[in-house]
């Protein structure tokens, strides 16, 4: 098989097991796990920031470039020192105390929409071997681990003594428990072609041939709704209605202020950084390289990329393309969003599982 | 004509007629209601369309001016009330006959202090609830302590005070207009989606709108008062901080109304030169409501598509006018200085740069299906709700009806250009929407005519440095970018004006907007709003 | 059916519209930008030259300007943003004559409405194109626009 033969020229297995080893020689066994906890959890954190910091930029970079105009191009070459700057001014400003709010709860909310991210970040499976949380329910863990970034929305909203707010933290939640349905039901219907629920086993069965094309109709309308929805979980236009600026100001947020508006901030792009690697790996084969079955020459080539190059190189497409959606649709009305979801894409993805149950009975994937 | 007075004087023989066109009518203050009821309702008469209302103060009495209108013959009547009564003045409220009477008797109350019997909500409209005096009575002290600048928030009523006539007895009345079980929200004054500091109180019912309280005064400068005290000249300069979106139109109906009353002839080059300048503002404008309402809509990329195409119009503007949004170009006589060299040549450039991007528009916006199913069948206007309320311009052609004053009353050289009057039947936010949208390319048509054929000629005629309008009443209209503009001047021979009033087309925008959110959703609070395209300094004044 | 007919129909319509909509952001994605580097193209940025940006007082090579201070500007202003400071001096002649002490000018409540250069008789003031006003304290605002010792251009 072509897994095999694959080895990463950024190996990361090594890596691991040499730091695991370095650091046995010289303490206890329980020394050695609280060690790695404390590193593979910074590494985390300071993975998360800089992918977050990065989103911003491109996020700026690309609205910009749809929009006819240049984007952040002050601080830095090119702009690209601009988030970086926006951070540290988030981080010196005042958290602002407003009156008779609840400020148990206020000041919870970024925490648990942070947490809730930031489990579900560590799920992903970036490179052969850098996993940090691979067992046999992986996707389904993170999916439950991501929906309990509602809760904190909701939380914001109804703390925030404000009425904008509290409409915002109702929006998103009805946007958010019917979107989980779609969602929930499209990476089922990979589930089903996968056989199984573990990340690794998953990219690893894509080695041949992505599940987008083995699975081929099924799984290409189960990738399209799944972007829909994914785009309506991260509460990105045309599905921003909870923030719907032009309505709501600024929605659940309008009242936080300094690095809680910050955690906000950062989730939402984390989210939808997260969203776009699982449908890189659910459909596209994580970080698996492009391998074309007979042509062996151009497989070896694919092979010399780093796994975490195309890794990288997937998701970003599918954030351009979540990106592309934003700025260019209007938003819809809270009617019409619930009607895209009961209407059309829950029928779909119903009728797509047993799709794709019939093809996979009957063997008619690749 | 002659007809209505026999009429009239048959019906109310205590009417008094004025010399002169059009027909003015001096109305005794207990039988104004009758009157104009009969005005309105009359088959052969049919005034349904209160064009302009002003408050006076003549003096020895207090009292308001109509402008009616018939849309279905065309003729026009100026009907004139008053009460000698100063300390306690009362009149017959017509809210009931014309919906724009509503917020316009609040407006003279505001200034004047004149209660109309029959409204239930005579609140200020734009000045502060506690405010002293009432500012255009020619008596009104304008000293600072009367009227220090206050920092408490002003106390929004949500109990309105009215006056009711029952049994020959006038009544105060008491009316709710928010209880305390409702969910009120502000919108705006700062909000993104008001264009402006407008506030609009809803109450909610869950996404759904219950009732809209329109509050109006944010922005307002008193331009009227102001203008009281300046020479005809200077006022011109006010004209373009009212809708600065249609700042070179409102100017012209400010220009015609004083070369009317002083009977100049504006030479030929001038005409033309101020009807290219009307439809180039009448893009810009369109295509900043374009812009704008992608904005409402969420579609943000959009909105700078709009936005670069019509950097292209004011630079146009500027090169000519020396001003991109405050022109300053009309002056009574003409224009103030000869188009640029460059114009003509900008001009055909932009005739031809513009289809394929309103092609592109389309795609991007027009075409799309969430703005569509955002758009159609939200906020509809019937016809006659339009003509009550006085919703002119795009809005109302929007609902069929054929309000277009440069084909009512051509003026400047429209009636030498062929143009069409874009007219549709649906009257929801999709047909504003395509109303406007069709207006950019029949402007470009207009332009197209126009720009190859400007006469050679004075672009403007030599005028006293001090001009003096001789006594009478002077009112003319032009169609700006959101509808009619109209310009009523009552001159006493001075070099100032004794009143100038603004009939300002975005204020029955403002009014209509209750009426058409009602049962709709939030969003769709923003998209109408936003389809009726209101400018906030011409609701204010 | 035809309700079935119409769901489907109606959603590949609505895909159409949105692929459409894309198909056109894509193409400006990749179209020359329109910004305007400000304070990069100052050497190179040209207003209009019928742009106003403040009012100036044109002098001479002999620090002489035309105005002879007789008010007319100040009086047309409708914001009263002009003031004309003048006093009265006796020439060699024994003549008593109005000369310009400071003309004052706030740009703050400036309308631009062109009326003082309107009615000036002598051409003494005009529009000038510079728009970088933009300062501290309003009292910067308040410019004097006869330059120090300046006089009246001889005819």
């Given at each position: 098989m072509l897994l095999n033969t694959y080895t990463d020229s950024l190996d990361f297995n090594a890596l691991t097991q040499w730091i695991d080893q370095a650091l046995s020689s010289v303490m206890p066994a329980w020394g050695v796990v609280l060690t790695e906890c404390i590193l593979i959890g910074l590494c985390l954190l300071l993975g998360y920031a800089l992918i977050a910091l990065a989103l911003i930029y491109i996020e700026r970079k690309v609205c910009a470039f749809f929009q006819c105009r240049l984007g952040p191009n002050r601080v830095g070459p090119y702009g690209t020192v601009q988030s970086i700057a926006d951070m540290v001014k988030m981080l010196i400003k005042e958290l602002i105390t407003i009156d008779r709010v609840d400020r148990f709860l206020f000041n919870l909310a970024p925490y648990i929409v942070i947490i809730s991210s930031v489990l579900a970040f560590g799920c992903l499976p970036f490179a052969k071997g850098l996993e940090v949380l691979d067992f046999n329910v992986g996707i389904f863990f993170?999916?439950?681990?991501?929906?309990?970034?509602?809760?904190?929305?909701?939380?914001?909203?109804?703390?925030?003594?404000?009425?904008?707010?509290?409409?915002?933290?109702?929006?998103?939640?009805?946007?958010?428990?019917?979107?989980?349905?779609?969602?929930?039901?499209?990476?089922?219907?990979?589930?089903?072609?996968?056989?199984?629920?573990?990340?690794?086993?998953?990219?690893?069965?894509?080695?041949?041939?992505?599940?987008?094309?083995?699975?081929?109709?099924?799984?290409?309308?189960?990738?399209?709704?799944?972007?829909?929805?994914?785009?309506?979980?991260?509460?990105?236009?045309?599905?921003?209605?909870?923030?719907a600026d032009s309505e709501l100001t600024a929605g659940y947020h309008t009242e936080y202020s300094g690095m809680h508006f910050g955690f906000f901030y950062l989730a939402e792009y984390l989210n939808l950084f997260i969203v776009s690697a699982v449908a890189a790996t659910m459909f596209l084969g994580g970080w698996m390289p492009l391998h074309i079955a007979g042509w062996d020459g151009f497989n070896a080539v694919m092979d010399y990329i780093p796994s975490l190059v195309w890794f990288l190189i997937k998701v970003g497409v599918i954030i351009f393309v979540i990106m592309w959606f934003k700025w260019t649709f209007p938003r819809l009305r809270i009617d019409q969003l619930l009607k895209l979801e009961w209407k059309y894409l829950l029928p779909?993805?119903?009728?797509?599982?047993l799709l794709m149950v019939i093809i996979v009975v009957t063997g008619l994937h690749f | 004509m002659n007809k209505i007075k026999d009429k009239l004087a048959l019906m109310a023989p205590s009417v008094v007629f004025a010399e002169g066109e059009?027909?003015?009518?001096?109305?005794?203050?207990?039988?104004?209601?009758?009157?104009?009821?009969?005005?309105?309702?009359?088959?052969?008469?049919r005034f349904d369309f209160l064009v302009c209302m002003t408050g006076m103060d003549w003096g020895e009495t207090l009292g308001v001016v109509y402008h009616l209108r018939s849309t279905s013959f065309g003729h026009e009547i100026v009907l004139r009330t008053e009460t000698s009564d100063r300390e306690n003045p009362e009149l017959q409220s017509v809210s009931d006959l014309w919906e724009a009477a509503q917020l316009n008797e609040r407006e003279v109350y505001d200034f004047y202090g004149i209660r109309f019997v029959g409204n239930s909500d005579m609140r200020r409209l734009y000045l502060r609830n506690d405010w002293v005096g009432y500012p255009f009575r020619k008596d009104y002290d304008a000293s600072p302590e009367i009227n220090p600048v206050r920092l408490e928030s002003d106390e929004s009523l949500d109990v309105v005070p009215?006056?009711?006539?029952?049994?020959?007895?006038?009544?105060?009345?008491?009316?709710?207009?928010?209880?305390?079980?409702?969910?009120?929200?502000?919108?705006?004054?700062?909000?993104?989606?008001?264009?402006?500091?407008?506030?609009?109180?809803?109450?909610?019912?869950?996404?759904?709108?219950?009732?809209?309280?329109?509050?109006?005064?944010?922005?307002?400068?008193?331009?009227?008062?102001?203008?009281?005290?300046?020479?005809?000249?200077?006022?011109?300069?006010?004209?373009?901080r009212l809708d600065y979106l249609a700042a070179h139109q409102n100017r012209h109906a400010l220009c015609m109304c004083i070369e009317k009353a002083m009977g100049i002839e504006v030479p030929e080059r001038a005409l033309y030169i101020r009807t290219i300048m009307d439809e180039l503002n009448r893009l810009s404008s369109h295509l900043l409501f374009w812009s704008t309402l992608c904005m409402d809509l969420g579609a943000l990329t959009a909105f700078f598509y709009g936005f670069r195409d019509r950097e292209k119009v004011l630079d146009m503007m500027e090169e000519t006018t020396g001003g991109r949004l405050i022109q300053n170009y009309n002056v009574i006589g003409g224009v103030m200085a000869d188009i640029h060299p460059n114009l003509v040549?900008?001009?055909?450039?932009?005739?031809?740069?513009?289809?394929?991007?309103?092609?592109?528009?389309?795609?991007?916006?027009?075409?799309?299906?969430?703005?569509?199913?955002?758009?159609?069948?939200?906020?509809?206007?019937?016809?006659?709700?339009?003509?009550?309320?006085?919703?002119?311009?795009?809005?109302?052609?929007?609902?069929?009806?054929?309000?277009?004053v440069r084909k009512l009353k051509p003026y400047g050289v429209y009636d030498k250009v062929d143009f069409k009057e874009i007219v549709r039947t649906g009257g929801d936010t999709f047909d504003r929407y395509l109303v406007r949208v069709d207006e950019i390319r029949e402007s470009l048509h207009i332009l197209e005519q126009l720009i190859d054929n400007v006469p050679a000629g004075d672009y403007a005629v030599k005028t006293k440095p001090i001009i003096r309008l001789p006594e009478g009443q002077f009112f003319s209209s032009v169609e700006a970018s959101r509808g009619e503009f109209g310009v009523y001047i009552e001159s006493r021979g001075d070099k100032y004006p004794y009143r100038v009033k603004f009939r300002s087309p975005c204020l029955p925008l403002v009014s209509v907007v209750d009426h058409l959110t009602r049962g709709y959703k939030i969003a769709d609070l923003i998209a109408i709003g936003g389809s009726l395209d209101y400018v906030v300094p011409d609701v204010d004044r | 059916m035809s309700a079935f007919k119409e769901y489907i129909g109606s959603f590949f319509k609505g895909l159409t519209s949105l692929l459409k909509g894309m198909r056109v952001t894509i193409r400006v994605f990749f179209r020359k930008k329109t910004t305007e580097q400000y304070p990069e193209n100052r050497a190179t940025l040209q207003m209009f030259d019928r742009f106003r940006g403040e009012l100036i007082m044109p002098h001479n090579e002999n620090n002489e300007h035309k105005c002879v201070a007789c008010g007319i500007c100040q009086m047309n202003c409708p914001n009263g943003s002009i003031r004309v400071e003048s006093e009265t001096v006796t020439d060699e002649e024994g003549k008593k004559k109005r000369v310009l002490k400071r003309y004052i000018y706030d740009i703050g409540s400036c309308l631009y409405c062109q009326l003082c250069v309107r009615s000036c008789p002598h051409g003494a003031i005009t529009f000038d194109t510079k728009f970088e006003h933009a300062v501290f304290t309003r009292e910067k605002l308040v410019r004097q626009l006869n330059h120090e010792g300046s006089t009246l251009e001889k005819k």
């Open positions: 993170l999916m439950a681990v991501s929906s309990i970034g509602v809760v904190g929305i909701l939380l914001a909203g109804w703390s925030s003594n404000n009425k904008y707010s509290l409409i915002g933290a109702m929006r998103s939640g009805a946007q958010m428990i019917s979107y989980e349905l779609s969602i929930g039901l499209s990476l089922m219907t990979m589930v089903v072609l996968a056989g199984t629920m573990q990340l690794s086993e998953i990219v690893e069965r894509q080695a041949d041939c992505w599940f987008l094309f083995s699975g081929h109709i099924p799984a290409v309308i189960a990738f399209l709704v799944y972007l829909v929805a994914g785009t309506a979980e991260t509460n990105r236009g045309p599905f921003d209605l909870p923030e779909i993805n119903l009728l797509n599982l | 059009p027909l003015t009518v001096t109305v005794p203050a207990g039988e104004f209601h009758a009157v104009a009821k009969s005005l309105r309702d009359d088959p052969e008469m009215g006056l009711q006539e029952e049994n020959g007895k006038i009544e105060e009345t008491e009316s709710v207009l928010f209880d305390d079980s409702e969910y009120v929200v502000n919108i705006g004054p700062q909000h993104p989606a008001t264009h402006g500091v407008l506030r609009f109180r809803v109450s909610l019912e869950g996404e759904i709108v219950k009732k809209v309280d329109v509050n109006c005064g944010y922005i307002h400068r008193g331009i009227e008062k102001m203008c009281e005290s300046l020479t005809y000249p200077q006022t011109l300069a006010l004209t373009d040549k900008r001009v055909k450039e932009f005739i031809a740069y513009l289809p394929p991007m309103l092609e592109e528009y389309d795609e991007v916006f027009t075409g799309n299906v969430i703005a569509q199913q955002r758009m159609k069948g939200i906020g509809v206007l019937t016809k006659e709700d339009a003509i009550s309320y006085g919703v002119t311009g795009p809005s109302g052609r929007a609902s069929g009806w054929h309000c277009d | -």
